[in-house]
């Protein structure tokens, strides 16, 4: 069905910025829900940031509200996370999910790692 490509990790000093991408095939994007998670090493997968069906609404953690924005190319069939103020913290294996339930992420990409230097 709906298969989840992203790209754009990589180490970067603190306070710089990154941008991921996820690249979505399948079924018609504009009817998922997407997501960016993280998880980093020896801890729980993390919500990061979400956007509804057809960009309703957009979401956010609490730890990255003000410093991560997540958007959506619907003609690209592209998810983005622009990642600013960057901090050791943030670094992790991040992680694009697509729903068209309401309840869980049915779809998962491969995770691209980010590394945050101090």
């Known amino acids: 069905q709906v298969q989840l490509v992203e790209s754009g990790g990589g180490l970067v000093q603190a306070g710089g910025s990154l941008r991921l991408s996820c690249a979505a095939s399948g079924r018609t994007f504009s009817r998922y829900g997407m997501a960016w998670f993280r998880q980093a090493p020896g801890k729980e997968r993390e919500f990061v940031a979400g956007?509804?069906?057809?960009?309703?609404?957009?979401y956010s953690g609490d730890s990255v509200k003000g410093r991560f924005t997540i958007s959506r190319d619907i003609a690209k069939n592209t998810v983005y996370l622009q990642m600013n103020s960057l901090k050791p913290e943030d670094t992790a294996v991040y992680y694009c999910a697509a729903r068209i339930s309401s309840t869980h992420y049915d779809y998962w990409g491969q995770g691209t790692q980010v590394t945050v230097s101090s």
């Open positions: 956007i509804s069906r057809i960009d309703i609404s957009t």
